[in-house]
């Protein structure tokens, strides 16, 4: 069987392993560390770069601080996965030229995958976001779902998607 003939019920579970297991070991440096040196503004900087951040957080929330967010990056993995998947075989037709993409047509129609994959998952980006910066002595949420219903009933659904696109 040809590979490009994976129908998404059987090619799904292939797509999350590796990015959790990714996501899991450098999670912290790509999730907590990344997160807290952009959301910092110029005028209070708290950390000085990746290692300040790092021994800050580990200092101040413990090692388990280093994950905060992890849990909503890998959670968005397989829906970002299958979302994108899926709308890419939606869209082929309609960049297709006799059942054939061109390489610009497979371009264009990947890149719209992955504009409407962001789309889909982009309010588990929002809570990500809001769940590391938090700290313990500031705890705003328990976890995703409070964050998603705290942050839809407190601030509407709209800012669910505050920063899209960007």
């Known amino acids: 069987r040809n590979s490009r003939d994976?129908?998404?019920?059987?090619?799904?579970?292939?797509?999350?392993?590796a990015p959790s297991a990714k996501t899991l070991t450098?999670?912290?440096?790509?999730?907590?560390?990344?997160?807290?040196?952009?959301?910092?503004?110029?005028?209070?900087?708290?950390y000085d770069g990746v290692f300040d951040a790092?021994?800050?957080?580990?200092?101040?929330?413990?090692?388990?601080?280093?994950w905060k967010g992890n849990l909503v990056a890998i959670m968005r993995i397989a829906p970002y996965n299958a979302v994108k998947f899926l709308a890419a075989e939606k869209y082929r037709p309609y960049?297709?030229?006799?059942?054939?993409?061109?390489?610009?047509?497979?371009?264009?129609?990947?890149?719209?995958?992955?504009i409407t994959a962001v789309a889909a998952t982009y309010?588990?980006?929002?809570?990500?976001?809001?769940?590391?910066?938090?700290?313990?002595?500031n705890k705003l949420y328990n976890g995703v779902f409070d964050a998603f219903f705290k942050i839809w009933k407190n601030e509407g659904f709209s800012k669910l998607y505050s920063g899209f696109p960007t």
């Not at 990500?128 to 313990?136: D, M, P």
């Open 123 to 137: 309010p588990l980006d929002v809570i990500k976001t809001r769940l590391t910066v938090q700290t313990a002595d």
């Open 26 to 46: 450098v999670g912290p440096l790509e999730v907590s560390v990344k997160i807290v040196l952009q959301v910092q503004s110029r005028g209070s900087r708290e």
């Open 95 to 114: 960049f297709a030229k006799e059942g054939k993409l061109s390489p610009l047509a497979r371009l264009v129609c990947g890149a719209s995958a992955g």
């Open 6 to 17: 994976l129908s998404p019920s059987s090619s799904s579970p292939a797509v999350s392993p």
């Open 54 to 66: 790092f021994s800050k957080i580990i200092k101040r929330d413990g090692i388990a601080g280093l």
